[in-house]
Nanobody
């Protein structure tokens, strides 16, 4: 059973929007801080956004601040990434991940114990 499944990726023109979803299976999101990362071809995986286990504290990468919003619905065991004003440089595979009981949002991949398989986001110019 895959613990996290992302959806919502696709092809969009620059300036457009997408909302990614990440559904957790086999564990309860309310005990985990959730993060979004992305990896473009030929580049390392990079941090995008994260919250802490309570969902109150949130952190964004500078390159997405003001354009992307992370949110969660614990009743649906789902975390979202709303992406607005998309740019071609946002093109990447986007991954969600879960970190056990982190007090503050973490940008470090090695602190996340569950990962999804990723969803492709392509932004055309």
């Amino acid at each position: 059973q895959v613990p996290l499944v992302e959806s919502g990726g696709g092809l969009v023109q620059a300036g457009g929007s997408l909302r990614l979803s990440c559904v957790a299976s086999g564990f309860t999101l309310s005990s985990y801080g959730m993060g979004w990362f992305r990896q473009a071809p030929g580049k390392e995986r990079e941090f995008v956004a994260a919250d802490n286990w309570s969902g109150v504290s949130i952190r964004y990468a500078d390159v997405v601040k003001g354009r992307f919003t992370i949110s969660r619905d614990n009743a649906k065991n789902t975390v979202y990434l709303q992406m607005n004003s998309l740019k071609p440089e946002d093109t990447a595979v986007y991954y969600c991940a879960a970190a056990w009981r982190v007090v503050e949002p973490t940008t470090l991949p090695n602190q996340y114990m569950y990962w999804g398989q990723g969803t492709q986001v392509t932004v055309s110019s």
